[in-house]
């Protein structure tokens, strides 16, 4: 087994180009051919692929290193028979220019043909240049429409192999007329592009005039170049640049071109394939390329129900798209009515927080299957304690409401009832040995949820004080994330508005969220007459894969028990 070095070969006018991405590991088995690195400059990106196959020994560059011809990537224990490269020292051939540029390459001679029967306003044919050994290449994206006005060198389509990707500059400047190919079709050299009337006036572009010859070996694709195979090459992707004695195509910065999403050939393969839009995924790579984790993430949070792509929201109810929930098999569209038909209508935004708590609900209230308890708390004595603690209180500025005595009595219950204060991750209870309660604040701007940190810890006046700080926050919108997460339970308090009983959606990874409503004074039956109390009522709602029923009324009489007698807090 000997070990071979492996250095960047030959990447024409890329200098100084940043490793942007390292795609194998110590110990990984690559194939000859396989990329090992992709790299970066403002302009372009390209893989560089290994010249051997065998075992990954030693990386020797990390990311963000900057590298150049000859720059020494890695040490491969060889595998098997020694390949021709392997008794050469590892060289990068002169012949290793990649696709893109044996595409621009030809597309200047391609431009060459056609301009020299252009003239101004003429209806001239743009085509696919001599692409190498590019045959039949699949369209991947279409950058033109008819009536759109080009620029010479202006990317029209890029065409995609199972390796590599190009981007096809128009040979004229003018305007489209016939736009003759779609994403899907297979084009080679010569295939008919689109027919542009050329501008008036437009002079052939420096480059017609002088068609570039490609080295002979530049028009090989990395898969049947033998420079490839014994130099490596680099593929480029999408982009423009200069290799040596050639010219790549000119990176129009467009509308369109700007609004292309940044991933490699393979990332944009993986992504179709998976059927994701990748102008839809958000990058996390340098310069915010979309890397392989980037397209997987995407996928587990549509699948999820988390988020739902364009084209989904466009087939999902109103409410849905805003949501951001998944739309259901087998149920009928949302109805799409005009309303305006029936009536004026205005038409409002959603503000950023009803969006992003809309999207939560939605997901919560789909994929946790709810139960809610009801019941009532008698809290006449507890009522007359707060009445009378407020009035004891009222110079320090700190009033005291019901949900503070609610917040107390829930820690109480949740330290009896330790699967309420639990997470479900996958078949695993996680269940915490810390106490933070959230409470659900109205804001100007939709609801919010403060959160209490280690309720258990604190006492009524403190967490009293706490919650109007949070509130005041929350309306003010300057709560902080910390300040928002971390919560074990929530409680929503619907007491200073108004009604009964309500279901509250639980405010996932949570397992329960208490709702109360309002206090009246009702009549209650003591075994002898009928008594005026002052009834608090609760809406308990768990998660039925993880409480039971039995469990939910208990705990919702421990707690109704706590708020009748605040004692018992003690015992
Ligand atoms: N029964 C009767 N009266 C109640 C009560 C109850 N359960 N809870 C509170 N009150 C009274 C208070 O004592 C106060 O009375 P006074 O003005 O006479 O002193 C009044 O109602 C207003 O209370 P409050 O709302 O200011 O204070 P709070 O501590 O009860 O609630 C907060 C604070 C932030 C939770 C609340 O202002 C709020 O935003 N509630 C809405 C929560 C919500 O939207 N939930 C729904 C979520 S699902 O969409």
């Not at 007329?177 to 420096?206: E, F, M, R, Y």
């Not at 070996?217 to 490596?232: D, K, M």
């Not at 490699?264 to 394939?273: G, H, Q, T, Y």
Request: contains cysteine; hydrophobic residues 40%.
């Amino acid at each position: 087994m000997a070990l071979v070095e492996v250095k960047v070969p030959d990447i024409g006018d890329f200098k100084d180009v940043e490793i942007i991405e390292l795609l194998v590991k110590p110990g990984d088995t690559v194939k000859a051919e396989q990329s090992l690195v992709t790299v970066e400059s403002d302009k372009a990106s390209m893989e560089i692929p290994s010249s051997h196959a065998g075992v990954v020994k030693e990386l020797k560059v990390k990311l963000g290193d900057k590298i150049n011809e000859g720059t020494l990537l890695l040490v491969i224990e060889a595998a098997g028979a020694a390949s021709p490269v392997r008794a050469e020292p590892v060289e990068a051939p002169r012949a290793a220019a990649s696709a893109p540029i044996a595409a621009s390459t030809s597309t200047s001679s391609a431009r060459t043909e056609s301009s020299a029967t252009a003239s101004s306003g003429a209806v001239v044919d743009v085509v696919i240049p001599d692409i190498g050994d590019f045959d039949e290449v699949a369209v991947i994206e279409v950058f033109i429409k008819p009536g759109d006005t080009i620029k010479a060198e202006q990317s029209l389509i890029t065409v995609e192999s199972d390796k590599a990707s190009m981007e096809i500059p128009s040979s004229h400047a003018g305007v489209v007329k016939d736009l003759k190919v779609k994403v899907g079709d297979k084009v080679k050299k010569g295939s008919l592009i689109a027919t542009v009337q050329a501008a008036a006036g437009a002079a052939a572009a420096p480059v017609r005039a002088e068609p570039v010859e490609a080295p002979a070996q530049a028009a090989s694709t990395p898969s049947t170049s033998s420079g490839r195979t014994e130099g490596g090459a680099a593929r480029a992707e999408g982009g423009a640049g200069r290799a040596e004695g050639v010219t790549l195509p000119a990176h129009e910065p467009s509308v369109l071109q700007t609004n292309l999403p940044h991933a490699s050939p393979s990332i944009r393969k993986f992504a179709r394939e998976l059927g994701v839009p990748l102008d839809e995924v958000k990058g996390s790579g340098p310069k915010g390329r979309i890397t392989q984790d980037d397209v997987q993430a995407f996928v587990k949070t549509v699948l999820s129900g988390a988020q739902q792509t364009k084209a989904q929201a466009a087939k999902a109810p109103a409410g849905g798209a805003a949501s951001g929930g998944a739309g259901f098999p087998g149920l009928l569209p949302w109805p799409q009515v005009d309303f305006t038909k029936f009536g004026p209508v205005e038409r409002r935004d959603l503000s950023r927080i009803k969006k992003i708590s809309g999207a939560n609900l939605h997901r919560n209230w789909v994929m946790i299957p709810h139960v809610t308890n009801h019941d009532d708390a008698d809290i006449t004595d507890l009522e007359a304690f707060r009445v009378q603690l407020n009035k004891e209180n009222e110079k320090s500025g700190v009033k005291v409401t019901m949900l503070a005595f609610l917040i107390k009595a829930c820690v109480a219950a949740l330290k009896k009832f330790p699967e309420f204060n639990a997470s479900l991750d996958g078949e695993q209870l996680v269940l915490k040995q810390y106490v933070h309660i959230g409470f659900a604040a109205d804001t100007p701007n939709g609801l919010m949820v403060p959160v209490i940190r280690d309720a258990d810890k604190k006492g009524i006046l403190q967490i009293s004080k706490e919650m109007s700080e949070l509130a005041g926050k929350a309306r003010e919108g300057k709560l902080g994330p910390a300040e928002m997460t971390g919560g074990c339970f929530s409680i929503s308090s619907l007491g200073g508005i108004g009604g009964t009983y309500f279901t509250p959606i639980i405010n996932a990874p949570e397992v329960a969220i208490l709702g109360v409503c309002k206090s009246a004074t009702r009549p209650v039956w003591d075994g002898k007459a009928f008594q005026p109390r002052l009834m608090l009522p609760l809406s308990l709602s768990w998660d039925h894969r993880v409480i039971d029923g039995a469990s939910a009324a208990r705990f919702n009489t421990y707690l109704a028990q706590i708020l009748g007698d605040f004692r018992r807090i003690l015992l």
